[in-house]
């Protein structure tokens, strides 16, 4: 089992900028991509990043030039720095890690953006 706890988030004015992080514990060794995705309200649950283990990266469109994910592959960690905000990134924010056969997730950060 994967545990993950998200930071970060909170209440930010549009074209501000904010930086989510995700801390994995429990059977780490067996995870291949971590990544963040969103849900806002009324909508389905979507990939806004992605990274992989040897640093392979994929973003949604809506946040590419925006938004930038990293991984501390020795802490365990991944983070998504957002910049640029704005209000139709507002969402829950959820970590995700995945493993050959299994799929983790958090349990979400709300990010809300402004004025």
């Known amino acids: 089992q994967v545990q993950l706890v998200e930071s970060g988030g909170g209440l930010v004015q549009p074209g501000r900028s904010l930086r989510l992080s995700c801390a994995a514990s429990?059977?780490?060794?067996?995870?291949?991509?971590m990544g963040w995705y969103r849900q806002a309200p009324g909508k389905q649950r979507e990939l806004v990043a992605r990274?992989?283990?040897?640093?392979?990266?994929n973003y949604a469109d809506s946040v590419k030039g925006r938004f930038t994910i990293s991984r501390d592959n020795a802490l365990n960690t991944v983070a998504l720095h957002m910049n640029s905000l704005k209000p139709e990134d507002t969402a829950v924010y959820y970590c995700?890690?995945?493993?050959?056969?299994?799929?983790?997730w958090g349990k979400g950060i709300l990010v809300t953006v402004s004025s």
């Open positions: 429990g059977s780490v060794f067996s995870i291949y991509v």
């Open positions: 995700n890690a995945a493993s050959l056969s299994m799929n983790y």
């Open positions: 990274i992989t283990s040897d640093g392979s990266t």
